[in-house]
């Protein structure tokens, strides 16, 4: 199990910006892939930016140029730098990790989410 807790959000006006960051305890070592993710009312849950398997990262392209994921390994803490934030940008954002327990088997670990709302 890995417990994942996000924190940073708030209430920003547009062209503002926040640092979300999403701290993992527990069997981190399980861990191939962490991203970040945002639901906003009445929408689907979207992927934002995340770090794959090999370490490389994938942004939204409504995102990019914008927004920064990075991650401090010796802290097991995932960050989300977020710039020139726009009304669109408000949701709630979640940190998703995913751990690896077997060899054919992999699960998902979701954060509980943390506010974000800019206003316009």
């Known amino acids: 199990q890995v417990q994942l807790v996000e924190s940073g959000g708030g209430l920003v006006q547009a062209g503002g910006s926040l640092r979300l960051s999403c701290a993992a305890s527990?069997?981190?070592?399980?861990?191939?892939?962490m991203g970040w993710y945002r639901q906003a009312p009445g929408k689907q849950r979207e992927l934002v930016a995340t770090?794959?398997?090999?370490?490389?990262?994938t942004y939204a392209d409504s995102v990019k140029g914008r927004f920064t994921i990075s991650r401090d390994i010796t802290k097991n803490t995932m960050y989300l730098q977020m710039n020139s934030l726009k009304a669109e940008d408000t949701a709630v954002y979640y940190c998703?990790?995913?751990?690896?327990?077997?060899?054919?088997?992999?699960?998902?670990?979701w954060g509980q989410g943390t506010q974000v709302t800019v206003s316009s």
């Open positions: 770090f794959t398997s090999g370490g490389s990262t």
């Open positions: 998703k990790a995913t751990l690896v327990v077997s060899i054919e088997a992999s699960v998902d670990s």
């Open positions: 527990g069997r981190t070592f399980q861990i191939n892939a």
